[in-house]
T-cell receptor, first 113, second 110 residues
Framework: EAGVTQSPTHLIKTRGQQATLRCSPISGHTSVYWYQQALGLGLQFLLWYDEGEERNRGNFPPRFSGRQFPNYSSELNVNALELEDSALYLC????????????FGSGTRLTVV | RKEVEQDPGPFNVPEGATVAFNCTYSNSASQSFFWYRQDCRKEPKLLMSVYSSGNEDGRFTAQLNRASQYISLLIRDSKLSDSATYLCVVTTGTASKLTFGTGTRLQVTL
């Protein structure tokens, strides 16, 4: 069974540009979660999508947005990039069943210069 | 106050030692609890769920104390390969969003 896949693995952008990160969940998983992990910091919750809808949002500015497609894959967009957006962005998927953990993808490392 | 708090460590222990990590959570309505393991520059991986009755998986034992709102992880007979950051994770409310602690770093040495 294929795991959660994320692309690209690495992304370098200039301040002010936009970044698009992609995630494909495990087959059969309908929920996708996005987390940001800045260097030396813990995982910060960004967004949760389920069945194509945004279900919950973390404490991030509106320039962080995303969507979930009918095939349950997801995209995270970050507009007007700032230097502090440099981080590992992790996507995870689950069956939306309480009590189940997530499976994470290997992440996209975004560097803003 | 952070929702999930952990001692960042590092815990430096010799191979074969027993080591324990604790984690506290602030929301008494938290419902599900997990320990994840994260290797350097890798994604977190689910180590084990934590149940009220306590549960064991090989050398790993997890405990939950709802009254005191803390979770523990015990690792017996530590191996070099156990060196990693251990993340305490809880879910609260109807959302299945996981809230992560900042992690406790373990370094097992020869």
């Amino acid at each position: 069974e294929a795991g959660v896949t994320q692309s690209p693995t690495h992304l370098i952008k200039t301040r002010g540009q936009q970044a698009t990160l992609r995630c494909s969940p495990i087959s059969g998983h309908t929920s996708v979660y996005w987390y940001q992990q800045a260097l030396g910091l813990g995982l910060q919750f960004l967004l949760w999508y389920d069945e194509g809808e945004e279900r919950n949002r973390g404490n991030f500015p509106p320039r962080f947005s995303g969507r979930q497609f009918p095939n349950y894959s997801s995209e995270l967009n970050v507009n007007a990039l700032e230097l502090e957006d440099s981080a590992l962005y992790l996507c995870a998927s689950s069956l939306s069943v309480r009590g189940r953990g997530y499976t994470f993808g290997s992440g996209t490392r975004l560097t803003v210069v | 106050r952070k929702e999930v708090e952990q001692d960042p460590g590092p815990f430096n222990v010799p191979e074969g030692a027993t080591v324990a990590f604790n984690c506290t959570y602030s929301n008494s309505a938290s419902q599900s609890f997990f320990w994840y393991r994260q290797d350097c520059r890798k994604e977190p991986k689910l180590l084990m769920s934590v149940y009220s009755s306590g549960n064991e998986d090989g050398r790993f034992t997890a405990q939950l104390n709802r009254a005191s709102q803390y979770i523990s992880l015990l690792i017996r007979d530590s191996k070099l390969s156990d060196s990693a950051t251990y993340l305490c994770v809880v879910t609260t409310g109807t959302a299945s969003k996981l809230t992560f602690g900042t992690g406790t770093r373990l370094q097992v040495t020869l």
